[in-house]
């Protein structure tokens, strides 16, 4: 079907018979020979031959020849080279090589009506495929884009040649919409529906440029969905002629654009003709807003839709008041008044904004830029292109002085200040982007200061001054020419880049606007386009994220530059790849670290360097259960390594453990702090720090060293505050670490002082900081740790982020997600909060007294903490439970499964007898076996519904029994069975207590809105990387178990289990001081754990009732205590300094929480 060659009759300039049956083909290129069996069969190819190049049609079809849409080699599969490939017209054409291609010679012809195409996936992702019935085509690009490029292409010819005709058909109707509105071109088969055009292909890209809210493009030959009865009607009525009378009513012979004109003056021309009028009518010109609105309303009402064009097009708003609150819109009164095709002129001019004859350009220069401005000057020049900008510099060094005159608007430079024809004219008012390079630049005749001026046509000119002074004066008048006066405040800046760009920001993510920004060393200022123009300005430095991406605009890809600044969020991208580009690598600089003091580094939000943030964070989440931290040493070499990766871009680093060890992570934060150019404390204030110890009195003393921390510089009192707030955080676990304050203070003292020995003046100063942190700085209380729940299912709208105390029970998190989500549950039903855990194949209700919190920190001994979640759902009925209650003994034959495995039991499930009774499970191995082989009580276990998967049960229903060293798989043979198994085992183990007594008052939140807090998320849950998600879990614990850890001294309680010191700690909570129980005040936190040891009576008993969270302490499992060795820190203590800021001192005066 398909051929190995194609000769087409255009390029054959003649036929020639040889010998042996042979006959020759000459071209231009190459001759062919051919040989046949018969000399009569020759001598019939010869003839015909001759016959056809001697045939009329062959000129008109040479000039009927398409320009190609897309052409380019490709690598095709079963050839060894690249193959020359074009798409022209309804064709695809494969060629050996350009030269072949046109000559006219090819390999075969693809046609598109009977073709499709596709991405195909192979180890070389560039690859796709052309497929027709007879043959596939395989295709490699050389990259990504340029594949994407040509699957678009393919799609479109295949879309055209399947084409209607119709609808073209109808609205070439009108005579003057068979030639394109713009160019001329004959057959246009693209529109603009709200400006009402005929357009061909060429113009229709340069239309779509414009943006959907100037210029609607529409094909009318795909787009068949779009062109209702009025819109075609609406095209014939209206017509190119009559748009064009209102468009290009002032457009002068010389100014039309012609049908062969170039891409660059097709943009110029469209966009002057539609975005900014040029060429309109003027007989409106003298009408205002209110006159243009006005007139509009009582256009709409008459079907003449040229005026209501004319009106429209000139200025009047399409949404303006029309004084009728019934129809107070232009678009309604039409509909009122039954006119059809306003109707649908207004609907796609809905969002259309044109200017008015009077508004002034948007690249007005300010009043005195507009003024008469003259300078000359020899200046080095050159001219780079976009593939060239890398050797700009080496440019100048090929050149010599140019004569350079800026007047009138343009620069212009000549061969020599006696030339009067210049070299090349710059118009100053195109300009995009102008660089200032500060540092100079040698040549062989000594010193140039260079400058650079980028246009949107992506051309680059090079200029050289001999001085900075020169270079300062030609730069500030060229940016006053270009730079609107809204912006002119950024001209005055010591800029080392300024230009206009397009950006999104947060107040308008819908739409790219333009603005005008400015860079100054490490500071990016702009003017935007805002009702209240004024210059802002953001602080690279200090950037939370600085991200490229890739967007797909008007069809094209574009490069965006994200910014995040506390807050701030900025989308930025250029006119052209060559200026964004320049934008680019300057902010990338500028955001990086220069130098070697604090105020140089790459810093986060809250002002402290990202490489001391880092460590701290890392720390944090893997070091504060590891004894000795910060008095290990780590490898010099992987040490040095680190440090350097940091200095080159800090917020590229990303600490992972596994990859990064403990003791280098800690040394390169002792190494930072060591060699920046100047102390943390600053070595000017160190005998004022030293010399505060002679104060005894330790309040004055901390106020002395609070009026020292407030004279450091910005920078330096941030990271200070973070530091020890670490160090204090480290050295709460010091039962655990070993690192109290003075061991700490004996690392850092050197540190932060840089000297190089220390003196024990310098460790009490750094004890003194770390012990007092919270008076010295002066830490407010904070809230609550956030957590993920979901109501009834694990889905996105089902999911609430809500504050949980250190003392909330089930009961207070059940209530308040039932209450969060107006969930009144049925009479007679029981809701629970269940935790969720192995990938949610178990899942365990939590007993109304179980503390929340105590069960997430549980998380981190699984193998995916990261999977596990909280969800409150319906649990049991009354009728459950009464029914389980009728029965003192359970049992029944359930298959049974112990893990680890015993040898002689083997790895399979064995039918055993089950019996509950007496708050214990025994395990029997038959009905009639009077001895049991196991027993174990009920409140040391914990019962999940559900097996694991890779224990591979014999049904799908079962219970999970977990003890500290083992666990019991149980399958049931039903559902209800499951279930009633699950609900006699909560009963039993909680001795029937399951819901709060009746006439007690249903638990709810203490805060005042359990939804929302002021502190940041938490995520304790849904981490993408598992193990850091356990880590975040075993933080929060550490800092529970910390706060228990303090009652040790107590030796009534010292060999007392974790729930009973959890129940002297609600004792404390609840007896804090005579003042907090006296106020309605609710609210429990962290802090309250630390100060109120001495309140524990010492004869409480175990049992004690007036405590709140020891009811049926003796029921429930006893949670393992912490060991020395467990991986305590994770990146939620980071978030939860809030737990370590709160204030040690007795509250002052606090205003009451209500109750939610």
């Known amino acids: 079907m398909y051929s190995k060659g194609i000769i087409p009759l255009t390029a054959i300039s003649t036929v020639r018979a040889q010998g042996d049956n042979k006959f020759e083909i000459v071209t231009t290129q190459r001759t062919f020979v051919f040989r046949v069996e018969k000399e009569e069969e020759r001598n019939d190819w010869i003839s015909v031959l001759l016959s056809a190049l001697k045939s009329p049609s062959l000129t008109s079809q040479l000039q009927a020849a398409v320009s190609p849409e897309k052409c380019g080699y490709l690598e095709l599969r079963g050839y060894k080279a690249k193959i020359f490939t074009v798409l022209r017209g309804n064709s695809v054409w494969l060629c050996k090589n350009e030269q072949d291609f046109k000559s006219g010679l090819g390999i075969t012809i693809i046609p598109m009506n009977v073709a499709n195409v596709k991405q195909i996936d192979r180890a070389v992702k560039q690859s796709f495929e052309i497929i027709t019935p007879y043959r596939s085509f395989s295709f490699t690009a050389d990259s990504e884009k340029e594949k994407q490029e040509w699957i678009e292409a393919v799609q479109q010819s295949i879309a055209e040649t399947l084409s209607d005709y119709e609808v073209a058909e109808k609205i070439w109707f009108n005579e003057s919409n068979r030639s394109c509105a713009d160019c001329k071109a004959p057959d246009p088969d693209w529109a603009s529906i709200n400006l009402c055009v005929v357009v061909c292909k060429k113009c229709a890209g340069q239309h779509r440029s414009l943006g959907p809210k100037d210029s609607k493009v529409r094909s009318l030959k795909m787009d068949a969905s779009i062109w209702s009865n009025e819109l075609i009607e609406l095209f014939i009525v209206i017509g190119n002629k009559r748009a064009n009378d209102f468009w290009a009513g002032n457009l002068k012979k010389d100014e039309e654009l012609q049908m062969d004109s170039p891409v660059d003056k097709r943009k110029i021309f469209i966009t002057q003709k539609y975005k900014e009028g040029k060429f309109r009518k003027t007989f409106l010109a003298s009408l205002t807003k209110e006159e243009l609105n006005k007139a509009l309303c009582a256009a709409v009402v008459k079907p003449d839709v040229l005026e209501t064009m004319a009106l429209l097009f000139s200025g009047a708003d399409v949404m303006c008041a029309t004084g009728d609150p019934v129809y107070c819109t232009p678009y309604l009164l039409a509909k009122k ?168 920001d947060c107040h308008a993510l819908d739409q790219w606007r333009k603005g005008w920004f400015a860079m100054d060393k490490s500071s990016l200022y702009f003017c935007l386009q805002t009702q209240e123009v004024q210059e802002e300005r953001m602080h690279l430095r200090r950037l939370q994220e600085l991200t490229i991406s890739t967007v797909v605009q008007n069809g094209e890809k574009v490069d965006v530059l994200l910014l995040v600044e506390k807050g701030r969020t900025l989308y930025i991208h250029g006119y052209t790849k060559l200026d964004f ?97 100047d102390a943390l404390l600053t070595k000017e204030l160190y005998p004022y720090w030293v010399s505060a110890l002679d104060t005894q009195d330790e309040k004055q003393r901390t106020d002395k060293y609070r009026a020292f921390i407030c004279s450091l510089p910005g920078v330096n009192r941030a990271t200070l505050a973070a530091l020890i707030e670490h160090l204090y955080r480290v050295q709460k676990c010091s039962e655990i670490n070993h690192m109290n304050a003075h061991n700490l203070a004996l690392v850092f003292s050197s540190c932060l002082f840089q000297t190089k020995g220390q003196t024990s003046e310098e460790v009490n100063v750094i004890e003194d900081l770390i012990n007092n942190y919270v008076e010295i700085f002066e830490v407010s209380q904070a809230g609550d740790l956030l957590i993920e729940v979901f109501a009834e299912r694990k889905e996105p709208d089902c999911s609430i982020i809500i504050r949980v105390s250190p003392v909330m029970e089930a009961e207070e998190l059940t209530n308040d997600i039932l209450a969060i989500k107006n969930i009144l549950p049925k009479k007679g039903d029981i809701w629970a909060t269940f935790e969720v855990i192995e990938n949610e194949e178990l899942e365990r209700p939590l007993h109304y007294t179980e503390n929340v919190l105590e069960q997430v920190l549980q998380w981190s001994s699984l193998a995916e903490p990261g999977s596990a979640y909280l969800v409150v759902k319906r649990f049991l009925t009354i009728d459950t439970i009464k029914q389980c209650r009728e029965k003192s003994i359970k049992e029944g034959i359930l298959k049974l499964k112990e893990e680890p495995s015993k040898i002689l039991s083997g790895n399979k499930f064995q039918d055993r007898c089950v019996v509950l009774r007496d708050g214990h499970l025994f395990i029997y191995k038959d009905p009639k076996s009077t001895k049991h082989e196991k027993m174990f009580p009920l409140r040391l276990m914990k019962f999940y519904l559900g097996v694991k998967k890779k224990m591979k049960p014999p049904t799908s229903w079962g219970l999970t029994a977990c003890s500290e060293k083992h666990h019991w798989h149980l399958c049931c043979d039903s559902l209800q069975a499951q279930m009633e198994w699950m609900a006699s085992i909560f009963i039993a183990q909680h001795e029937n207590d399951i819901w709060p007594p009746a006439g007690k008052e249903r638990k709810r939140s203490i805060t005042k809105n359990p939804k929302i807090g002021g502190l940041p998320l938490i995520p304790i849950q849904h981490e993408k990387n598992a193990t850091q998600a356990r880590k975040n879990i075993e933080m929060a614990r550490a800092e529970l178990e910390r706060l228990r850890l303090s009652e040790r001294h107590d030796r009534d309680f010292t060999d007392s289990s974790l729930k009973d010191r959890a129940s002297i700690i609600g004792y404390c909570l609840e007896h804090k001081d005579e003042k907090l129980r006296n106020r309605a005040r609710k609210h429990r936190s962290f802090n309250c754990l630390e100060d109120t040891e001495a309140e524990v009576p010492p004869g409480l008993p175990k049992g004690y009732k007036g405590l709140k969270t020891v009811k049926k302490t003796e029921d429930r499992n006893s949670k393992a205590t912490l060991e020395p060795n467990n991986k305590l820190p994770s990146k939620v203590i980071e978030e939860l300094s809030v737990v370590l800021q709160r204030s040690r001192s007795h509250p002052k005066e606090l205003p009451d929480e209500q109750t939610l």
């Open 581 to 677: 580009t320049v934008w680019r690598n300057a902010i990338e600089k500028a955001a990086g670290t220069d130098g070697n003091t604090l105020q140089d580094q790459q810093l986060c939000k809250n002002d402290v360097p990202i490489i001391v943030n880092s460590c701290i964070a890392f720390v944090t989440q893997y070091g504060l259960g590891c004894k000795y931290i910060y008095q290990k040493d780590g490898d010099p070499l992987s040490i040095s390594e680190l440090l350097e990766s940091f200095k080159k871009d800090a917020r590229s680093v990303k600490l992972r453990v596994g990859k990064h060890q403990l003791e280098d992570v800690t040394g390169v934060l002792k190494s930072f702090l060591s060699d920046i150019d």
């Open 337 to 504: 008044a039954g006119q059809s095709l306003q109707m649908e002129f207004l609907y796609h001019n809905k969002f259309s904004d044109f200017p008015q004859y009077d508004a002034h350009s948007e690249g007005g220069s300010s009043q005195e830029a507009t003024q008469s401005t003259f300078l000359c000057d020899f200046l080095y020049q050159a001219t780079a292109s976009a593939s060239r900008v890398s050797t700009e510099k080496k440019l100048l060094e090929e050149t010599n002085k140019k004569w350079c005159v800026l007047e009138g608007g343009f620069l212009s430079y000549y061969e020599n200040d006696r030339c009067t024809t210049p070299n090349g004219t710059i118009n100053i008012s195109e300009v995009i982007c102008l660089t200032v390079h500060k540092e100079d630049f040698y040549l062989n005749t000594g010193p140039i200061f260079i400058f650079e001026i980028y246009l949107p046509s992506e051309r680059v000119f090079l200029f050289g001054a001999k001085t900075s002074q020169i270079q300062r004066k030609w730069t500030e008048t060229i940016a006053k020419r270009f730079v609107p006066f809204v912006a002119e405040n950024l001209t005055e800046a010591d800029y080392d880049l300024i230009g206009q760009l397009f950006y999104k």
